[in-house]
């Protein structure tokens, strides 16, 4: 489904923030997926809006119109007033969630720390051969595969995003890792791709995260809340062109390296929830493209 952020001009008609944290239906314009009120429970009514689900792990509710109760004066007034108690409790954990945030330099030293520990098992070897990798692709790519909840050799600091008592990874299936450079080549995340798809979900890929810790990146002039990372690809040398690739694996990894693209990836495609990451991932395109 496509969705558009909310903004000054279109406030979330759940919570009425501004900042793009909720998003709307591109096609079905009454669907809403509202953060401030992603704890809400199937069935709950917020405002005018009933909560119909929650969405990729309870970062969203997702919300359609609901008129069964009288909208009185006295009813707004609650609502703007719990909307502002939201905001600010929300703009308080964007606060903490940036202070724990490990820089890009910690988080790159940690992960190649991490990935040197595992190594690639068969099964996702043969699935990467049969997507046409060849095995130089499959040593470049540096995927390597998990278990369930990975022992890891090492000790790790609690705040990397998806170590679990310092020496295990929190993904309870198995599946491979791979590696997300920011346009610096760090590594600045990992996203795994679990080998077989659970039956509630419609993506084999998520990201290495856990509760309390900071995926999130904060570069300068981006939101409160920080922006979620996305991938940059590129071979050695002059790229030709410059790509926009939806996903961080395996499919924006084969684009860069068989059309020779500076090749920049978004989880899901969204592209547009980090914008100041984008915008200096595509000046940093223009530079080594030679382009604009
Ligand atoms: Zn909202």
Redesign the pocket.
Known sequence: MSLTS?TKNN???????TSG??RQGREDLSY??????ADAKKGEIIGNFKCIGQIKNGL?AA?KPDNSQEWTEQKRLEWQRENQRRQQQKAKEDEARRRRSLSAIERDKSYHQLLSELTLHPDDRADLARRGFTAAQIELSGFRSIGRYQKLQSQYSELLPGVSGRDRLIIRDEGYLCPIRDREGLIVACQVRLRTLPTTESSRYRWLNGDGQTLHVFPEGCKAGGELPLAIFRLEGKPKGISLVEGTGAKPFLVSQRLNQFVIGSSGGQFCSSPVLLRQSLEKAELEVETK
């Open positions: 909310s406030p979330c008609l759940i919570c009425e923030d944290k909720c809403w997926q509202c953060m401030i009120y969203w919300f």
